[in-house]
Structure formats: C-alpha cells, structure tokens
C-alpha cells in the first residue's frame, strides 16, 4: 500500500470518514456541519466524553488500528457502565501531520472494527493539525429508558461490590511494553503475552452487561484509573465507606502467573488502570439475579467486596480482614504518562 500523504481534509473524509457514517442517516454522510441524533419515544440520551494523547495514553508508534479502537473503547465503557447502549460518536482528530495513506487506511480500519464490536456509528467531528503528539478526541452517545441510568452516587451499605471480566491485564501489558523480557522471565507462554499486551492496546468494554446493570444495579461506573481509585471514587459520591477484599479480585490465568512469579504484585493490577470493566454495586436481594443476567449475557462477574457505613471508610483487606496498605490508588493524568 503507497505511503502517499493524503492532500486534504476533503479528502480524508470522503474516502476514510464518511463511509464509517453509513447507514446513520443523522450524519447526513459527513456533509454537513451537525448531526442530528433522535432518541426513541420514552428515551434519553446519555453523553460522555473522552481524549487519548500519544505519549500519555499510547505510544506514539503503536498500530493505527489499535489507536482507533481504543479511542472508541474508552468512551463506549462509559456508557455501558451507566446502563446505555451505544448508538453513535463524534470524534476529533489532532494530527501533527497530514497522514499517510497506509496509516489512516490503518486508522479507519481499525474504528470500522471498533464500530461493529460496540454498536455504533460515526455521526461527526472535526480534523485539526497540532504541533504537539496525535490526540483522538471522541464524544459518545448511548440510549437508555428515561430516568434509567445507573449513577455512581446511589450505593448503599450492605450492596454487593461486583467487577466484570479481570483485573490488571492492561497493566501487565503496559509494564510488558516498557520490558519486554517479563513474560519469558515469568514463564507466560506466546498466548499469554498476547493476551496482557491486546488488553492494554485494545480493550474490550462487556458491551453485553448494559442491559444488565440497568436492570440490577443500584449503582456503577467504569473502572479506567484503577479498581482502588475508582471504587474510592464511588464510594466518596455515594457518601459511604466499604472495603474490597483482595483475594476476590479476579484475575486472567496469564496475569495470576505474572504475580505468583513475582513480576508484579495483586496491588499493582489493582490500582494499575485501563481494565475498562464495569464496577457494580448491587442490593443482596438482586444478586443472584444480576449473576444470572451477567451468565446469560455472557460476560463474568465476580463479588468482591461491600459497602459499609461512611464512618467505617474505603479499605482493602486481605484474607485474615486485615488492611492491604495501597500506596498510590491509581492512575492520576497530571502525573501518569507511558
């Protein structure tokens, strides 16, 4: 494939953006100036928002594909988490250069993917040049029942703590790309590292789990910055306390190796971020239900902790009850970079 700059905005959206707007007729096939996006009859509209910047959340030679996916992914684990399915996204471009044809061929490929695995189509944006690193900006839009959506502020003492999927794989893989010999060192076989790195360049929100966390939690939200920080996070909103008990935090078969070889600690995938999982809170009464749901959905969920009162507050705590001291929580973008 030529590595031909491509000449011009227009042309960049005719031939790569445009046919990523298909079959939405609200983008009007990127020829206008805004989108039209309509809820259904009884529905409402829940936004969110999200940049990724090279250097901070990938490495500026990473697979254009796997920049775009992940751009999408990000904003899509948002939704999920509130209960909302996927419907359509704007995105924002901030190129240092005009592209390459092979790399935005790459590019769009990889949002096209994007695009199928979570329900949603290219509505709008914009294309910038920047003298700084390549950021993908995206805006995303879900649909829910009206007054449907799950917040992080409505947990209550005695709820239920759930994750979806496991915990610390994207960590692993970030800590795999700046060392390249820890999985040979940890004894993880080619699967198994492919497995840690297309978690950290590629993840992958239960997009199947909405309808169930809609249906079943008092209250949720998508862990991006590190279980720890983000279950602190919700239980500050909520005005509660509540403890994770470590033991309980699931973990990939390639990522219990990593840490029952001493490459990494349960801490470190615990406050590690980017698992873009959901984290559920949910009333004893409606568990077994939320597992069901979960089971049917095909998407896993794993009990790990509860929440208390305010005044006994947020702690992690090993097998014997005792406190797991954390360190930094997690992921913090004025002081993280890759």
Known sequence: MANDRIDSEEALIDEF?????AGFSGAFGLADDCAVIAPGAGEELVVTTDAIVAGVHFFADEDPGAIAWKALAVNVSDLIAKGAAPIAYLMTLALPEAPERGWFTAF??????AQEAFG????GGDTDRTPNELSVSITAFGTIPAGAIVRRSCARPGDHVYVS???????????????????LRCGLDKAGRDHLDARYCMPVPPVGIAR???????????????????FSRLCRASG??????AARVPLSSPARTVVNSGGATLV????????????????????EEFERQAAAARTQVT????IAGADDGISVVDEMGHRVPVGQAGWDHFLGHI
């Open 165 to 183: 999927g496991t915990i610390g794989d994207a960590t692993l893989g970030l800590k795999q790309r700046r060392d390249a010999s820890l999985g």
């Open 303 to 306: 009990r790990i902790g509860s």
């Open 120 to 123: 949603c189509t290219l509505a």
């Open 240 to 245: 509660t306390g509540g403890r994770i008990e």
């Open 17 to 21: 953006l445009a046919p990523l707007a």
């Open 212 to 230: 169930v966390v809609r249906s079943c939690a008092r209250a949720a939200m998508d862990i991006s910055d590190g279980l720890v920080k983000d």
């Open 268 to 287: 470190d995938l615990m406050t590690g971020g980017e698992d873009y999982e959901v984290l559920a809170m949910v009333r004893p009464d409606r568990a």
């Open 108 to 113: 769009s490929n990889g949002l096209r993917r």
